[in-house]
């Protein structure tokens, strides 16, 4: 009972639960909508619920306006995130001795923020789910599926393998971009207005990917953010043909697609049941109706001849009632649009239609797809090979010596030394810059909350025991993480390192003048 | 001095009691005893072995019991009187304790010293008070049946319910064979604390480090051994709902005290002791009639100026931890009744030995400066009167109590008289401090507090355990400030001293309150603040002055073959 089953490699759990749910006793289990692993006994699932229900409960006493975050204990970590009022997501993982299994709180919270956000683009949010159908069958299938789903990514056997401190150089929410030249962003926007006219007078958006990297938008932050983790996981040419080794950040290990077969997942019935609501207008309400409809099912996905990847998403019973291309609800946009993906080489062209445009579903999206082969295939052409013309491969941002991470946490960007590059830090450096972001986190979250409103610049510069310098920079909201391992052993050269890169690489940002 | 001490007419050495017996008198008795005690209760108590109510009676939980009593039902102005010491680089008098009631808000208003003294706590407030739940840093001690032992604020009747969940929350943890460390909410922290059946909880939003709250927890913890040693733990084992809370009676203006020195004594993050400044010649003289002392039977003898070491010795293969000197000084100085007759107290010095008794003869000579004789031997008071006596005439002779006051008054470490000449730094600074900057003077006209604004420092000689602080400028005279200053420190300390990565060599910090340096070398920690705009080269130069500095003062800050401390240490690990 209690924060494990007491099992030698437990691994890790991941539950979602409704606190307004089961109030009654004995009715503790309504509560539940997921857990992972779906094998773990009943009454250990209920086990970690209630003592994370007891410890919100207790600590709203203290921190009414303030949620609780974490359950630190001497063999596990709980990490917290109130996904939608109400309903949480906690993420157990097992500590041991070794420290390898060392965690990063906010990059544990990054993962469950990361799944909700997706989820919300797929079928919209769970408390409409639950409203929709109280009995919540619809609400556990659709999160049996995609989280497990979403989950395949970090298995390793029957464990997950979740990131640690070695990928401390990493930012999960947020953008990799590719720097392009002017020339390169005069095509990139060319392109992209042919895009947008793909269906006519109506506004299409779109997202234009090289390889993993994001080069250009038309979408909001938040919206781009999703589209694009979706993107990186599940759409890219790397990401198709997954079973190979990914530089890709957001992706760990290979992929064993472990479909859930638990009790929860029960669809026929309600899939019946709701297949006929065609008309559905509400966020992500076309998905809700199929329950087979898994966005991040990577062997139901795949590149066409004709460079779109599409769905192998029906099923014989249910064929026809699903569309060809998925309905997203991307709030900040406050739209629902249909996806079509269109691949040419290295070049992923995401191009998003509303969804109440399409009166005629199906066909209208096959016009979409005619008008972007007619018209926009020379503009990818020429786009994709002045990008692979200007590509430096997987270093190429790489700046010697330095093994760094920059992030724009309010455009939600982020850049870093390449993982190969990162993996020849020592533990100790890594441990260290591991350790001093978890405070930085703790800086930052504090900045957040107090009155001033304003930016809090801070800079925190370590020498560590093995001699090599960890640096964290916080200026104007933008964040700089750095580790040094050959270098000199003044402060001054720590300085004028961090100097020299701001200057060179971040126009300046982080410089002292 | 009280020209009729009252120690136990100890009867029979040969038959001590066995400590279970001593605590379960202690009990029955604390509650009755006046701040000194009688005579004739001692002789009463005989029969039941002079450990008992005797020994206990000018102890911890009498003396303080009665001293509550005493301050309860006095006026405020007579109240005014009471309460610790106040050091004098500390803004110690402005942060006393807790607030009033009425003062509900996350923001505890500057409390009254009043308050402090009062050594209580709100107890009208209780878990459903809206101004409770608000305050800043609760400290709960409960029992593994979750009995309430001690809280911080409120009653701990009313917090019956509450101590109970707080044990359901750490019980359900160690159901599933797992140890709960701490849960974070926003600013809220909870951080918790397990020594067998004793459960130490902290509830702060004070932006703490984990770290330091749970070395805060354990000096509670330690606290509540110096009064009760380990041996508590039996009481526990023969009844699982035995009420622990009796015998701390008493005790809460030692706990508050304890709890107020975590905003401005360094000693308890930094694991070190300081020393009152004395020229080298005045503290030998001390130190050598003290060792005349501890040669002829007394375990430690220290003789300190509030929580400022004048001189400590201590017989052979005896190890003092800086953390007992810490405890031992908050105990007596928070306890109204050593200052008011000399006293003879079992006490345990939870590092030295948990499990045991000692037995300290205190006696203030002054207001602030008090000589503690500890023993193994329950019938030393009168031969340790005898000791304090021959002490006394030596040191008046000596003149060492007078220069005693006249340090107090005017020795501290200004940084304003940090030493201007550069041609010091070429003596062996750290390699990390060895800067190849211009060696221009800096300008201490322009700086803002110090030379190159410096603000404050903090060094700590690993080997002797011994730090020293310099006075805060004018710039940081504010209590708020200076807490605040020692928050950062703190966190600076957790930092450095990470468990798993550190320790790390050099630190630098920057943010909108301070510059903070740190170094740790194999002989020495440095803390320095600076003001926010401090230039970074020109402040490493000043940390090396202040190296420096320290080494041509060391023989007057530090006290050079006292107990050893470390080496000590390592040698029992």
Not at chain 1, 23 to 32: P, T
Not at chain 1, 284 to 296: A, E, I, K, V, W
Not at chain 1, 459 to 475: D, F, L, P, Q, Y
Not at chain 2, 464 to 477: A, H, K, R
Request: aromatic share 10%.
């Amino acid at each position: 009972m209690g924060l494990s089953s007491g099992a030698a490699g437990d691994g890790a759990q991941l539950c979602v639960f409704d606190l307004r749910r089961g109030q009654q006793e004995g009715q503790e289990l309504d509560k539940i909508l997921f857990f992972h692993p779906a094998d773990c006994p009943i009454l250990l699932q209920l086990s970690v619920i209630g003592l994370c229900e007891g410890i919100i409960t207790f600590s709203r006493i203290f921190s009414p306006d303030d949620d609780c975050e974490v359950i630190e204990s001497e063999n596990h970590s709980h990490v917290f995130h109130q996904a939608e009022a109400d309903i949480w997501m906690v993420l157990v993982v097992e500590k041991n001795k070794d420290s390898e299994l060392t965690w990063r709180c906010g990059a544990l919270q990054g993962i469950l923020k990361e799944v909700h956000s997706l989820f919300t683009m797929f079928y919209g949010p769970i408390r409409t789910l639950l409203d929709r159908q109280p009995s919540a069958e619809l609400a556990r299938g659709h999160l049996c599926t995609f989280v497990t789903d979403y989950l395949s990514d970090f298995s390793a056997g029957k464990k997950l393998q979740l990131p640690t401190f070695r990928d401390c150089l990493k930012e999960r929410g947020t953008v990799q971009m590719l720097t392009i030249s002017r020339e390169v962003a005069l095509e990139v926007q060319s392109l992209t207005t042919v895009l947008g006219s793909c269906l006519g007078n109506v506004m299409c958006q779109s997202l234009v990917l090289f390889e993993d990297l994001l080069v250009s938008t038309t979408l909001p932050p938040d919206d781009t953010l999703n589209l694009y983790t979706y993107a990186v996981l599940r759409l890219t040419p790397r990401a198709l043909s997954s079973y190979a080794n990914s530089w890709s950040y957001l992706r760990k290990g290979t992929s064993v697609h472990a479909v859930p077969t638990s009790s929860s997942s029960n669809g026929t019935a309600s899939v019946e049941r709701y297949r006929n609501r065609s008309r559905d207008t509400s966020p992500g309400g076309q998905n809700q109706m199929h329950h087979y409809f898994r966005p991040l099912q990577r062997e139901k996905l795949y590149k066409g001849k004709d460079g779109f990847v599409t769905t192998d998403f029906a099923t014989s019973e249910i064929r026809g009632a699903v569309p060809l291309a998925p309905i997203l609800w991307f709030q900040q946009a406050e739209d629902r649009m249909h996806l079509c993906v269109y691949q040419h080489k290295n070049i992923t062209i995401l191009l998003l239609t509303p969804a109440s445009s399409l009166i005629n579903g199906d066909e209208d999206i096959a016009h979409v797809k005619r008008h972007l082969l007619e018209h926009a295939s020379q503009n990818i052409v020429t786009v994709e090979q002045k990008l692979s013309r200007g590509w430096g491969g997987e270093n190429a941002y790489h700046v010697g010596g330095y093994r760094y991470l920059l992030v724009d946490p309010d455009r939600k960007v982020s850049r870093a030394s390449p993982p190969g590059k990162v993996t020849t830090l020592s533990k100790d450096s890594l441990l260290s810059l591991n350790r001093l972001r978890e405070e930085i986190d703790l800086e930052k979250s504090r900045a957040g909350r107090s009155d001033s409103g304003h930016d809090k610049d801070f800079e925190v510069c370590i020498r560590a025991k093995n001699n090599s310098w960890v640096i964290a920079k916080v200026t104007r909201g933008r964040e700089l993480y750095m580790a040094l391992e050959k270098g000199g052993e003044t402060l001054l050269y720590a300085s004028t390192a961090v100097e020299k890169f701001s200057n060179r690489y971040c126009e300046g940002a982080f410089s002292t003048d | 001095m009280d020209p009729n001490p009252r120690p136990c007419p100890l009867p029979n050495d040969s038959h001590p009691e066995p400590p279970e017996k001593r605590l379960a008198t202690l009990s029955l008795r604390s509650a009755h005893l006046p701040p000194d005690f009688a005579a004739a209760e001692i002789q009463e108590d005989d029969d039941e072995g002079y450990l008992t109510a005797a020994s206990r009676g000018g102890s911890s939980s009498c003396a303080a019991a009665a001293w509550k009593d005493e301050v309860e039902g006095l006026d405020d102005d007579k109240d005014a009187n009471v309460g610790p010491p106040s050091p004098s680089s500390s803004g110690y008098a402005g942060e006393r304790g807790s607030s009033l009631a009425s003062s509900a808000g996350v923001d505890d208003p500057e409390p009254q010293p009043d308050d402090w003294a009062r050594g209580k706590k709100h107890v009208d407030e209780d878990d459903a008070s809206a101004s409770w739940r608000k305050r800043k840093k609760h400290f709960f001690i409960l029992s593994n049946s979750g009995k309430p032992i001690y809280s911080r604020y409120g009653d701990e009747h009313k917090l019956a319910g509450f101590s109970a969940t707080l044990q359901a929350i750490i019980s359900f943890v160690q159901n599933s064979g797992d140890h709960i460390k701490f849960v974070r909410a926003g600013k809220h922290q909870i951080v918790f604390l397990v020594k067998g059946p004793i459960y130490l909880v902290c509830i702060s939003c004070t932006e703490e480090s984990y770290e330091g709250l749970r070395g805060q927890l354990e000096l509670m913890y330690g606290q509540v051994l110096l009064i009760l040693t380990k041996v508590v733990n039996r009481y526990f084992e023969k009844n699982p709902r035995f009420d622990m809370a009796t015998l701390l009676g008493g005790t809460d203006a030692v706990f508050l005290s304890l709890i107020h020195a975590f905003s401005w004594n360094p000693a308890t993050f930094l694991h070190a002791y300081t020393c009152l400044p004395l020229a080298q010649s005045t503290r030998q003289a001390a130190s050598a009639v003290l060792q005349d002392i501890a040669d002829s039977g007394v375990l430690f003898a220290l003789l300190m100026c509030e929580h400022k070491v004048i001189s400590l010795v201590g017989a052979q293969k005896a190890i003092l931890h800086p953390d007992d000197i810490f405890l031992l000084a908050n105990f007596i100085l928070s306890s109204e009744s050593f200052r008011t007759s000399e006293s003879f107290s079992p006490i345990c010095l939870p590092r030295y030995n948990p499990m045991a008794f000692l037995y300290a003869y205190v006696h203030f000579f002054d207001e602030n400066t008090y000589l503690t004789l500890l023993s193994t031997r329950p019938d030393a008071f009168y031969d340790l009167k005898d000791s304090r006596s021959h002490i006394q005439n030596v040191l008046s002779k000596a003149n060492v109590l007078v220069e005693v006051q006249k340090s107090l008054r005017e020795s501290a470490l200004h940084i304003e008289d940090l030493p201007a000449d550069p041609s010091s730094l070429s003596l062996s600074p750290p390699p990390q401090l060895s800067e190849d900057v211009n060696s221009q003077l800096l300008s201490s006209e322009t700086a803002i507090g110090g030379p190159a604004g410096l603000l404050h420092f903090i060094y700590k000689s690993i080997y002797l355990d011994q730090y020293v602080s310099s006075e805060f400028p004018i710039l940081i005279s504010n209590p708020k400030q200076q807490k605040r200053l020692y928050k950062a420190y703190q966190k600076m300390y957790a930092s450095m001293h990470d468990k798993a990565t550190g320790p790390h060599k050099t630190q630098f910090r920057k943010n909108e309150d301070y510059v903070l340096f740190c170094w740790i070398t194999q002989e020495f920690e440095l803390y320095a603040a600076f003001n926010p705009l401090a230039d970074k080269m020109q402040a490493i130069k000043i940390c090396n002055r202040v190296c420096q500095w320290i080494r041509d003062l060391e023989n007057e800050i530090f006290i050079y073959g006292a107990v050893p401390s470390l080496l000590g240490r390592y040698m029992r690990d």
